[in-house]
């Protein structure tokens, strides 16, 4: 039949709408895809990929503190080998900029599992990828390139494998078993690469337990064949738990870890209103709540009480906001478009498929309001991909918040030896200095120190920090100036901002006979040198006061990661050792644009 007055512009029409929920569904996945990006730099990258190009270069897996000298020969239990590994197979054969593509990627891999197992459940796409935008606004602070970035990735396939093995029992079906069985592979890989396996085994036997109580519940005893298989599966996956390179004791050593508090880490600090992500974790509470309390689908109390417990624990751990929000991605869905649906009256509720009322408006809409439409959607993508592809070209390191001019001023004046370095610039020192230069404490924390050395550092670095601390009772009274005496370190660094340990300092360095010496400083760093070594001038390692360079002015400007020292006056420098005579040389500082 030739096509009528009557049908050919509904079929256009119904093409133009088809086009709007396609225009609205990329301007969403591009505005998940934003946060993911995040391009801020991780201050344990550094270390991260140091640690896995040590065991590319050596060969072996080292099993104590590597890079330190307060703690040589002290176990290592490195709960982050696969991503380690990852990273600097990555960096090395990829570069840093695919590198940022990949992790984006990653993420978007996440929430498209999530969208594709809402979509089998029935929600429409757009209804998920709504919900989708406020899960990735809440990942985002986890989204710098991290070993947690595999965490995600394992937890959301094991939740996933969970689901598709449980789905049809509610409806009266049976176990799928051939879903259940990849679980305990899966925890291999987790195991060894991030401790998020910890988290990731108690949701899963709690998740596990649930479901052999409803077993039992819909089907008595007659579920004892797949009560039998749940149980044996979970054992699996306590038992994966010991494939690592360091069997029970890894598990030690966590149970060890966690049981003692963190106060001094950001990230195990709870969530305050004037935190950056105060908002947006609110706002997914409002909408799981409203979710689950709206829905007409079958409410899964096994998800309510994870959900409720992990949920307690991101309000008093930040870390944990990451899994709550994986959580309600993978579970919520469902529930989020059934509460929508209930706000609707029963006019358009009878009439409430969404495809059919996307269809209707864009039928009902002027002409003029069709372009607007249009025009907005594509000005929206081209912003979006103008903001993405930004960062995936930027990885900055940013002089005013990591010491890459002191940290260059170190290797032009070769000032080598153990250095005190506050924790948080440590592994960018390491991957920069070593192995000339060994620090006294990194963000390895508890995995590679024992707890002396850490009270040693925090005692510089924070003092009492108002009582939010954890100290060992082995570890003696607050002794700020403890971590100047031990081992004798030679080299001094510290961020500016932390008072206490820079009124340390400046004691020190001001006393009638003082054991620092100012080397370097600039408005967030200063850098001390043994004054026996770096101000006498009778050391073969002595800087004339000429060479000193204090005060200098910091520009906000940045470099791309690693941001590594350049070496050439260094190395030019100890090509003329033998011809160098016994007055002392002026070294200049070169420009810090020549950095890698």
Not at 268 to 278: E, K, N
Not at 378 to 390: D, M
Not at 408 to 420: A, E, F, S, T, W
């Amino acid at each position: 039949m030739a096509p009528t007055l009557a049908t050919a512009p509904t079929d256009s029409r119904c093409d133009e709408a088809r086009l709007l929920k396609i225009g609205v569904l990329a301007l969403l996945i591009l505005g998940c895809a934003f946060p993911l990006a995040i391009n801020i730099v991780d201050p344990d990258l550094w270390g991260h990929v140091k640690y896995g190009q040590d065991w590319i270069e050596d060969g072996k897996l080292h099993r104590t503190t590597t890079h330190a000298y307060t703690a040589e020969g002290y176990p290592w239990v490195n709960h982050e080998n696969l991503a380690e590994l990852a990273f600097a197979y990555g960096f090395e054969h990829l570069g840093v900029y695919p590198m940022l593509v990949l992790k984006c990627l990653w993420g978007m891999a996440i929430l498209a599992t999530m969208a594709w197992l809402a979509r089998r459940q029935g929600v429409h796409a757009i209804t998920a990828w709504v919900l989708l935008l406020i899960i990735a606004y809440n990942l985002q602070a986890f989204f710098p390139m991290r070993p947690q970035l595999l965490s995600f990735a394992w937890f959301t396939a094991v939740m996933v494998c969970c689901h598709l093995a449980f789905e049809r029992i509610p409806a009266g079906g049976r176990l799928r078993l051939a879903w259940l069985l990849p679980v305990p592979v899966l925890m291999i890989g987790w195991v060894n690469s991030h401790g998020g396996f910890a988290l990731g085994l108690a949701v899963t036997g709690v998740l596990l337990w649930g479901r052999m109580i409803e077993l039992a519940f819909r089907r008595g005893w007659a579920s004892w064949r797949d009560q039998m298989n749940i149980a044996v599966v979970g054992l699996a996956c306590l038992a994966a738990t010991l494939i690592n390179p360091y069997g029970t004791g890894l598990l030690e050593w966590m149970a060890n870890s966690l049981g003692n508090p963190r106060p001094e880490i950001t990230e195990w600090a709870p969530l305050r209103p004037r935190h950056p992500m105060f908002m947006a974790f609110v706002t997914l509470n409002v909408i799981a709540v409203f979710s689950l309390w709206r829905t007409r689908e079958r409410r899964d109390w096994t998800h309510i009480v994870i959900l409720a417990l992990t949920c307690w624990q991101a309000w008093e751990h930040l870390r944990h906001i990451a899994f709550f929000s994986l959580m309600c991605g993978l579970w919520l869905p469902v529930h989020f478009q059934s509460a929508l649906a209930s706000l609707r009256s029963k006019k358009t509720s009878e009439a409430s498929d969404d495809d059919a009322a996307t269809s209707h408006a864009a039928l009902a809409a002027p002409p003029w309001m069709k372009w607007a439409t249009a025009i907005g959607i594509l000005t929206g993508i081209g912003a979006e991909s103008w903001a993405l592809s930004s960062r995936f070209t930027d990885f900055p390191v940013w002089r005013s918040h990591y010491p890459v001019d002191a940290v260059q001023y170190m290797v032009d004046h070769r000032m080598r030896g153990k250095l005190v370095v506050n924790f948080n610039w440590a592994q960018y020192a390491i991957a920069a200095l070593a192995p000339e230069v060994q620090v006294g404490f990194d963000g390895r924390f508890r995995t590679c120190y024992p707890q002396s050395i850490i009270d040693m550092h925090f005692d510089f670095l924070l003092g009492g920090h108002k009582g939010h601390r954890f100290r060992s009772p082995d570890s003696g009274p607050l002794d700020g100036k403890k971590v100047l005496s031990y081992m004798d370190p030679d080299m001094v660094l510290i961020d500016a901002r932390y008072g206490d340990c820079v009124a340390i300092m400046h004691e020190l360095a001001e006393a009638d006979d003082p054991e620092w010496t100012l080397v370097y400083s600039n408005p967030m760093c200063e850098l001390y040198g043994r004054t026996s070594r770096f101000a006498d001038p009778l050391s073969a390692d002595y800087i004339p006061p000429a060479a000193r360079q204090v005060d200098e002015k910091v520009l906000e400007a940045r470099f791309q990661w690693p941001a590594l020292p350049d070496r050439s006056l260094a190395e030019e420098l100890d090509a003329q050792d033998a011809l160098a005579d016994d007055s002392p040389r002026l070294r200049l500082h070169p420009p810090l644009g020549s950095m890698n």
